[in-house]
């Protein structure tokens, strides 16, 4: 890179939040038609970086050039027009707009002060034509998956002509071939000579993909490496960690499992699900793999009731249960950990304490008990290492302490079924590895685990027995010992 000067540079930039040294003196250097990932823990200071090249907020000091001249942005709109794109993590659109309309959001072309509708659905088919979009472009994105929106997002970044385009974590939500076909997007871009700031917690596509590689640890720089200095995964880790850590997954339970617990019968939802059938035993983890659309989540709503399912039954325990409203499934003992927690988990308004304990808050004399409150929070979140307090608000925390206060929560509703849904979505290796040791040894307690993950080796590491979903069906079911990654993959994807 030495031949060619940087389109992007950060110098000793700095950002501290009350209680909280985020980032401190951090350089980094972005050339043209490279990819550069940024690499660390949740909590690390990627997410606080990333907002301050975007000018979603402001350095406490330090300096941003841009083709080296100095660049302020007060706004991301100041970033935008200096060239910068970004496609976010936590989806940043508009719910009640179409696909097409979040697309060219701020961008539409007007005549005699008319928006030119045509024209811009032209622009954001294009786009999205890009990404094998194969959802509808003219519903409310809010009813799409967030698989799919998470391409809407991709798409307006794509739809505009930046040269430094920030992708945070934009295979979270994509299966392999989806992420492949965003690879070959990528060095298309790469070639064109656009830089891509990459962030993802996914070493394998970062050793794909990187030709250079910069680590933060606890909001300090820590490394800048090209990829050929790198050696490997084991290498990453240890920068991003301080100390090696084991592979994906667990070992396998030496108990056999328990009697059955949930059993799921034919249960049908028109469009969605066809005739749907799965047991739960004690003591087990049950994967569940499939393509975007396969109707996993799907199915996680309607047992856990916030859909309703045409026909088919549910028992629990061996008695039927009627499950109609999430609240029905809380009182049988399920537990539903959503993949999208921000909007569907958790008050990002209010304390972490106040989530953990929403669905039993100590009372005293009828009146909130906080100290308590604040008791049972770090009691229950303290095996998870996080490094919080109990009154912090949960909506300027990393996304790996997000998910921990939702696991929290349900690990104080006494809950004996556990729904999974892309538990480690967005979160980096440390507490990955922390949840499923969580899994496992809510398992070893007797606890039945449904854990649905787009993550194919996250499926193979941790399950006793692995389903497969394709169109609304179960269309195998898999012990440890045959689930490899070219089974699941020829039930998934087969016609």
Same mark, same amino acid.
């Given at each position: ?239 991003? @960690?301080?100390?090696?850590? !084991? =592979? +994906?997954?667990? #070992?396998?339970? &030496?108990?056999? %499992? /328990?009697?059955?617990? $949930? ?52 028992? @629990?325990?061996?008695?039927? !249960? =009627? +499950?109609?409203? #999430?609240?029905? &499934?809380?009182? %049988? /003992?399920?537990?539903? $950990? ?69 696991? /929290?929560?349900?690990? $104080? ?83």
């Amino acid at each position: 890179m030495s031949d060619r000067s940087p389109v992007l540079e950060l110098n000793a930039i700095t950002k501290t939040f009350p209680g909280v040294n985020a980032l401190q003196d951090v350089a980094m250097t972005v050339f043209p038609g490279e990819v550069h990932t940024l690499l660390g823990e949740n909590g690390a200071g990627k997410s606080t970086l990333l907002k301050i090249m975007f000018g979603v907020q402001p350095a406490d000091s330090g300096e941003i050039r841009i083709d080296g001249e100095p660049a302020r942005f007060a706004q991301p709109a100041d970033a935008m027009r200096a060239g910068i794109a970004m496609v976010h993590q936590e989806l940043n659109l508009v719910p009640q707009m179409t696909a097409v309309q979040n697309v060219v959001l701020g961008r539409e072309r007007t005549t005699a002060g008319v928006i030119d509708w045509a024209e811009a659905r032209r622009r954001a088919r294009e786009s999205l034509a890009r990404l094998g979009f194969d959802a509808r472009a003219d519903v409310p994105v809010r009813q799409l998956s967030v698989a799919h929106q998470q391409m809407v997002e991709l798409a307006r970044a794509l739809s505009v002509d930046a040269r430094i385009i920030i992708m945070d974590e934009p295979t979270a939500s994509l299966t392999t071939q989806e992420s492949e076909r965003l690879f070959r997007i990528i060095e298309g871009l790469r070639t064109a000579g656009k830089a891509i700031i990459y962030v993802s917690h996914r070493l394998k596509e970062v050793l794909e993909l990187s030709d250079r590689i910069t680590v933060l640890r606890d909001g300090r720089l820590v490394a800048s490496r090209t990829r050929a200095e790198v050696t490997g995964e084991p290498d990453l880790i240890r920068l991003m @960690v301080g100390r090696d850590l !084991a =592979a +994906i997954g667990v #070992p396998p339970s &030496a108990k056999p %499992a /328990g009697e059955e617990i $949930l059993r799921v019968a034919n249960i049908c939802r028109p469009g969605v699900l066809h005739d749907v059938s799965l047991t739960l035993r004690r003591g087990e983890i049950v994967g569940m793999a499939g393509m975007v659309g396969a109707g996993r989540t799907e199915l996680a709503r309607v047992i856990f009731g916030a859909d309703r399912a045409s026909s088919g039954t549910i028992h @629990v325990a061996g008695k039927p !249960a =009627a +499950i109609r409203t #999430p609240g029905d &499934a809380i009182a %049988a /003992g399920i537990a539903l $950990l959503t993949e999208d927690r921000k909007h569907q988990s958790l008050v990002l308004g209010m304390t972490t304490a106040s989530n953990a304990t929403l669905l039993k808050p100590p009372t005293r004399f009828g009146f909130l008990d906080r100290r308590r409150q604040n008791t049972m929070t770090e009691d229950v979140l303290r095996p998870l290492n996080t490094k919080m307090r109990a009154e912090m608000v949960v909506g300027k925390l990393s996304g790996g302490t997000q998910q921990k206060v939702v696991l /929290g929560r349900w690990l $104080l509703s006494d809950s004996e079924i556990f729904i999974f849904d892309e538990p480690t979505r967005g979160i980096d290796v440390g507490a990955k590895g922390e949840i499923h040791t969580l899994m496992r040894d809510l398992a070893d307690q007797g606890k039945a685990i449904l854990m649905i993950s787009s993550d194919l080796p996250e499926v193979l590491g941790m399950s006793d027995r692995v389903l497969v979903m394709r169109r609304g069906r179960i269309v195998a079911e898999l012990p440890r010992e045959d689930a490899t990654e070219e089974a699941v993959v020829h039930h998934a994807a087969a016609e």
